[in-house]
């Protein structure tokens, strides 16, 4: 027993000294700082104003091809118009649109027979920007729309009633950031559409209407 002491007084020596070393070591092993301005997955805004949706009003003008159909000439008078929407962005580069637009035209077939209506249209778009380092992208849209005519005024024809015809709805246009949630929108469409009879003279006919329109959109 006494022979075994000394080594036994070593050997927990030994047993300190690398326990020490190890603590030793470990307390001067640093981290390496991360980064404070890396933004986490989860926190990545999808769109370039910070925010995933954007509400939208615009003054438009409708311009109607004129066309015939049945021998008759076919006519709407160019009006000015309004138009609300609301867009919901996946990223920076697609959104969809959900847009109301409203005019009153005058639609005229041949030499006696017009009808005076309110012009509601619904439509709900895909729209795909194009990025840019500036402050300026273009865009562009492509959907479908759902037109409501509704006959108006008091000297339109007897036995005009309303319609709802469908629409194909292209185009393009800049979408110009002002500030941080605030852009001005010039926008070109075209709606590919049938043409209302109202019931009066029963034509199927399909014609396009250049809709040019300046906006502002708010992101949030």
């Not at 000394?6 to 070591?25: D, N």
């Not at 849209?141 to 292209?170: C, E, M, W």
Request: proline letters at 7%; one cysteine or more.
């Amino acid at each position: 027993m006494c022979n075994l002491y000394p080594w036994m007084k070593r050997g927990a020596g030994v047993i300190a000294l690398v326990a020490f070393g190890l603590a030793g070591s470990a307390g001067a092993q640093v981290n390496p700082p991360v980064a404070t301005n890396v933004p986490q997955p989860g926190q990545q805004s999808p769109s370039v104003w910070g925010g995933r949706f954007a509400i939208l009003a615009a003054g438009s003008m409708q311009f109607a091809k004129a066309t015939t159909a049945n021998s008759n000439a076919l006519s709407t008078t160019n009006v000015g118009g309004f138009q609300l929407g609301v867009e919901v962005f996946g990223n920076d580069s697609n959104a969809f649109e959900f847009r109301y637009s409203f005019a009153r035209p005058t639609q005229t077939y041949g030499s006696n027979l017009s009808v005076k209506f309110n012009d509601q249209t619904y439509s709900m778009d895909y729209v795909r920007a194009i990025p840019t380092q500036g402050s300026i992208r273009p865009f562009f849209l492509g959907g479908v729309s759902v037109i409501h005519y509704v006959p108006t005024g008091g000297n339109n024809t007897p036995g005009a009633g309303p319609q709802v015809r469908a629409g194909i709805d292209l185009g393009a246009g800049l979408d110009w950031k002002l500030t941080s949630q605030l852009s001005l929108l010039l926008e070109y469409r075209d709606i590919i559409y049938r043409v209302p009879d109202f019931g009066l003279i029963g034509i199927k006919k399909w014609n396009n209407m250049p809709i040019p329109d300046v906006g502002l959109a708010w992101h949030f």
